[in-house]
């Protein structure tokens, strides 16, 4: 296993802020800050992670909720793995983390979107089990297409 000496937690009020601090290094330069506005943090803290290093430091975390409309699914909006820590099975295990807890509360599916551009999001969530779907023009506004990407729990 990738993690042992990590520590996994819910996300406090204070991630926020280093999440800020690194969000856009981790996506490679994109501007990625106002995707995870603090009430990510603040109101779906028991669907969500943090991942830390025995110093403290960030090194992964996931963003996740339950849709309040359909029973079935969990929705993950965000998932991002610290550069230096990445290819040594952390994604794969926050996704093995996140099936568990979803399944134990009764869900069946996860879904998550992401941009056509992405094509290492793509990559990575089909590695996982995910089911990577058509882009959608115009999902997120014009211009802004989005490719939807769902894991089965059953
Ligand atoms: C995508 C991301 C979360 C993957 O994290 P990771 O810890 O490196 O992933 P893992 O090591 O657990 O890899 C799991 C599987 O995905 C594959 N994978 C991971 N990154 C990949 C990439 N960039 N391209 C192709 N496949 C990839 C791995 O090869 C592995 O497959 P395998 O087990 O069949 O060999 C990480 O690269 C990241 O944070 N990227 C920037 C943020 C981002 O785009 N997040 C997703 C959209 S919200």
Not at 16 to 38: K, L, N, Q, T
Not at 42 to 69: C, Q
Not at 143 to 151: H, K, Q, S, Y
Request: negative net charge; without cysteine.
């Amino acid at each position: 296993m990738a993690s042992q000496e990590l520590r996994w937690r819910r996300p406090e009020p204070g991630d926020h802020a280093r999440i800020m601090a690194v969000i856009d290094d981790w996506w490679g330069g994109r501007s990625m800050r106002a995707m995870v506005p603090r009430l990510f943090l603040d109101h779906f803290r028991g669907t969500s992670y943090i991942v830390e290093d025995p110093a403290g430091d960030l090194v992964a975390f996931l963003v996740a909720f339950d849709s309040p409309e359909d029973d079935d699914v969990t929705y993950v909006h965000f998932i991002g793995v610290d550069p230096a820590r990445r290819g040594i099975g952390l994604g794969r295990e926050i996704y093995d983390r996140v099936a568990s807890d979803a399944r134990h509360r009764g869900r069946r599916r996860l879904a998550a979107v992401t941009s056509p551009v992405n094509t290492a999001s793509q990559a990575f969530h089909r590695s996982v089990g995910f089911e990577v779907g058509e882009a959608i023009e115009d999902y997120d506004g014009p211009g802004e297409a989005r490719v939807p990407m769902t894991l089965n729990l059953d």
